[in-house]
C-alpha cells in the first residue's frame, strides 16, 4: 500500500518501453515482452521500483529505517501487450489488473488499440497510477484519467540497476 493506504499501480506500455532500446525487439515482439516482463517481475520483488518523488518501493525497513520509509509504497505492475507482442501472454500469467497486489505483475491484452487498454486500465484501477510511457497522445489522455506519466527511460534506468 501507499501513502494513506493508496494502493499504488504501475502500467506499462509495452510497445514503447520495448520500442525505445534497439535490442532487436522488432524480430520477435513476443520472446522480447516475455524479456522484459521477466526483468519487471525481478523489479517488482527487489523493492527498488522508488518513484522519483519517492513514493514508490522501498527494501523491507530494518529499525532504523522505519520512519523513512513511512509512506513509501510497493507498487504492482500492470504490462498492457498489443500487436504481434500479445502472443507472450500464453506464457505469462494473465489475471485482473485491478486485483495487482503490491510488488505483483499482471499482463493485459489489449483486444484492440494499447493506448485504448492502457487508458481502460487506468480508468479501472483505484489508487495512484503512473503510466509508461512516451507517446505524447497517450500521456494526455492517461493525465486526464487521473495518471501521473513518466518515461520509458525511467523504467529502464531501473531494470539496468
Not at 102 to 131: F, H, K, N, T
Request: charged content about 20%; glycine content about 14%.
Amino acid at each position: 500500500m501507499g501513502i494513506g493506504g493508496q494502493q499504488v499501480t504501475i502500467v506499462v506500455d509495452v510497445a514503447n518501453v520495448m520500442g525505445s532500446r534497439p535490442d532487436g525487439w522488432w524480430r520477435d515482439r513476443a520472446g522480447a515482452a516475455v524479456r522484459l516482463h521477466a526483468q519487471i517481475v525481478a523489479l517488482a520483488s527487489s523493492g527498488r521500483a522508488i518513484l522519483p518523488d519517492g513514493r514508490g518501493a522501498a527494501e523491507a525497513p530494518g529499525p532504523a529505517d522505519e520512519a523513512d520509509l513511512a509512506g513509501q509504497a510497493t507498487p504492482a505492475f500492470v504490462m498492457v501487450l498489443e500487436g504481434a507482442a500479445k502472443a507472450a501472454a500464453a506464457r505469462l500469467a494473465s489475471a485482473d489488473p485491478a486485483t495487482a497486489g503490491p510488488g505483483e505483475v499482471r499482463v493485459v491484452q489489449a483486444p484492440g488499440s494499447g493506448d485504448d487498454a492502457i487508458v481502460a486500465v487506468v480508468r479501472e484501477l483505484p489508487g495512484r497510477r503512473v503510466v509508461v510511457t512516451a507517446d505524447r497522445g497517450l500521456r494526455e489522455r492517461c493525465v486526464a484519467a487521473g495518471a501521473e506519466i513518466l518515461g520509458p527511460s525511467w523504467l529502464l534506468g531501473l531494470l539496468r540497476g
